[in-house]
Structures are given as C-alpha cells and as structure tokens.
C-alpha cells in the first residue's frame, strides 16, 4: 500500500539556520508533490507545488526538491525565523482528480 | 476575498446521531474536498466534488457521504455516529486541478462524539 514518511519528531534549529524536512514514499508514483504549514488549531496553508518532471522549485526563502528515483522531496526553509515554527505536511498527487495523500507532517522548531 | 468558510466551528454529538457539516468555497472554485484529520491517522481523503459530481471517494463507510450544490457550497453527512468519528473535517477548495493548484483549506469543524 501506498506510504508516505515525514519525520514524526520535532525538527528543532536555531533562528538564521536553513531548516530541511524530508518526505520519502514508497508504492507510489505521484504526479505531483504539495507542500503545506499547519498551525495548531488551524486548516493547512498552501506553500509549493512541484511536479514529476520538475527537480526544484523556489518561492523566496523557501525552496523543494524532488527526486523521483529516490522517492524523496526535501523541503528547505532558509534564514528560518521563529515565525517559521509549524508542522509542515506533505502531501501527493495522481492524475485522478484532486485526491491528496497526505504524510503524517514534521513539526518543526525555530529558536530565537 | 472571502477564504473557506467552514460551519459551525465546533460540535458535540451523541454516538448514534447524525451530523451535517457545511462549507463555502472560494468564490469561482468549483472543486471542494473533505478531509478528516485525526492525532494517530493524520490527514485523510474523504470524497471530492467538482461541479456537483463525485469524483473522488476515499476508504471510508458509508454512513459518510457528502454533496456539491449548483453554488459550489457543499456539505457532508455523517450518520450514526461513532466515538471514533471524533476528528477535526477540514474542507478545501481549488480552482482547478491540484496539479497546477494548491488547496485552500478552511478553518475545519471540530468534531466530538460523546
């Protein structure tokens, strides 16, 4: 069955350093990849989107990878700040309409 | 404008009973999803609608079922209730489809069966 990893421990870093959070997953082949922050008490918001025939995209201090072969995106953030603080969820696409898989998010930490 | 707006915010239900959520999407957006988050399951796909049809459903019973009116607006049914019904429903809408868009989701209904 499909299955998708994020770090369920807390990624904690210091203010100014670049954050980097992994989302691996296996028995798929997604034809595009989203990320999302989630607040607590919050819906998710909307960051990045890439797609299978894309290797990075950008979006000012943010920046995704994605690696078909290894079946792995990496979602950067940097000069994190303590605002930056969240859980960030990834999520994956088919061609079947708009049904996302999500992963079980990573909550990530920034220290003044 | 206007973002998704979910109602009502919170909701204490019986086991056994049934409950109707609503949703307003994004003026324009005619694809709404439904998603049940929970602490040990995460998020998960629940059904999606694009212009008042079902396109997508995921592995849940059937006492879950939803609808898309001609406005966009939807609304999703759960009957007899069960303690581990007891989640938050998150509703997003897009304007198109999710390989070129992201989701915007609404602040979700907190759901809890007593």
């Known amino acids: 069955s499909q299955k998708i990893e994020q770090n369920s421990e807390a990624l904690n870093i210091q203010e100014g350093k670049t954050a980097t959070l992994t989302c691996n997953y296996t028995?798929?082949?997604?034809?595009?990849l989203q990320w999302y922050r989630q607040d607590p008490g919050r819906g998710p918001v909307f960051l990045l989107l890439?797609?299978?025939?894309?290797k990075e995209k950008r979006k000012e201090r943010l920046k995704v990878t994605f690696d078909t072969t290894l079946k792995q995106s990496l979602f950067h953030i940097t000069a994190s700040q303590p605002a930056d603080s969240a859980t960030y969820l990834c999520?994956?696409?088919?061609?079947?309409?708009?049904?996302?898989?999500f992963g079980g998010g990573t909550r990530l930490m920034v220290k003044p | 404008k206007a973002g998704v707006t979910q109602t009502p915010r919170y909701l204490i239900k019986t086991r056994g009973q049934q409950v109707t959520l609503s949703c307003s999407p994004i003026s324009g957006h005619r694809s709404v999803s439904w998603y049940q988050q929970t602490p040990g399951q995460g998020l998960q796909f629940l059904f999606e609608?694009?212009?008042?049809?079902?396109?997508n459903k995921g592995n849940f019973p059937g006492r879950f079922s939803g609808r898309q009116f001609s406005n966009s607006r939807s609304e999703m049914n759960v009957s007899t209730l069960e303690l581990g019904d007891s989640a938050l429903y998150l509703c997003a809408s897009s304007p198109g489809t999710a390989s070129l868009y992201g989701y915007t989701f609404g602040s979700g209904t907190r759901l809890t069966v007593v």
């Open positions: 890439i797609r299978e025939n894309e």
């Open positions: 999520a994956l696409g088919g061609n079947a309409g708009n049904m996302l898989t």
């Open positions: 028995n798929y082949s997604p034809a595009y």
């Open positions: 609608y694009f212009s008042e049809t079902q396109r």
